[in-house]
């Protein structure tokens, strides 16, 4: 079954602490995206990908950082310069070219608190 | 700016009645229109989207209507059923060939009461 695994799915970060999320998808996707949500808010893109070893900053990039080594994995880092990292995350991928007029699809989601 | 709003933070229906989302946007190049479900601590899933050619797409129970002329676009849900309760995003992006740009709006609660 294809899908979107993020892992974990409670993640606390203490202070002046480095976090990273991981994201992995088998849909053969070319394209993968990490959003942040907040409560009452829409869907924020932070960073996305649109191939092996490229990715490019969202609308809030500040403080996060991703690397794309492989098609499959996607991981977001939450760094400690990021100074309100309390959220819910979300990862996502799509196809591209002749398939990017496809949904994208999601994984179930990180909740990163901080302690 | 916030180029997709859904100015409803909330709405409850009967059971077997119609609900109807409304989601209004700004920007004239958006391409595609999507609705996604979401469940408590769970990722959104598709549900429903039409192209900016078209003015009216099914499935099932489902139904979206695009006015572009008034940049408006609404969710059809009949007849309504308790496990539709979740919050509904809207969402657009421009088609690029490429990533998807999507803006997404704020969300809709529903609350579906048996």
């Known amino acids: 079954d294809g899908g979107i695994t993020q892992s974990p799915k409670y993640l606390f970060r203490k202070e002046g602490q480095n976090v990273t999320l991981s994201c992995e998808q088998n849909?053969?996707?070319?394209?993968m995206y990490w959003y942040r949500q907040d409560p009452g808010q829409g869907l924020r893109l932070i960073y996305y990908?649109?191939?092996?070893?490229?990715?490019q900053k969202g609308d809030i990039a500040e403080g996060y950082s991703v690397s794309r080594e492989k098609k499959e994995s996607f991981p977001l880092t939450v760094t400690s310069a990021q100074k309100n990292p309390t959220a819910f995350y979300l990862c996502?991928?799509?196809?591209?070219?002749?398939?990017?007029?496809?949904?994208?699809?999601f994984g179930d989601g990180t909740r990163l608190s901080i302690l | 700016d916030q180029q997709v709003k859904q100015n409803s933070p909330s709405l409850s229906v009967q059971e077997g009645r119609i609900s109807i989302l409304n989601c209004d946007y700004t920007?004239?190049?958006?391409?595609?229109f999507l609705w996604y479900k979401k469940y408590p601590a769970e990722g959104p899933t598709f549900l429903i989207s039409?192209?900016?050619?078209?003015d009216k797409n099914e499935d099932g129970r489902f139904t979206v209507f695009l006015n572009k002329s008034a940049k408006h676009l609404s969710l059809h849900i009949v007849p309504s059923q308790p496990g539709d309760s979740a919050v509904y995003f809207c969402a657009a992006y421009p088609y690029s060939g490429g990533y998807q740009k999507v803006t997404f709006g704020t969300g809709t609660k529903l609350q579906v009461i048996p």
């Open positions: 849909l053969n996707h070319d394209a």
């Open positions: 920007n004239s190049m958006f391409d595609y």
């Open positions: 990908s649109q191939i092996v070893n490229d990715f």
């Open positions: 996502a991928s799509s196809g591209t070219g002749v398939y990017s007029n496809q949904p994208q699809h």
């Open positions: 039409i192209s900016s050619i078209k």
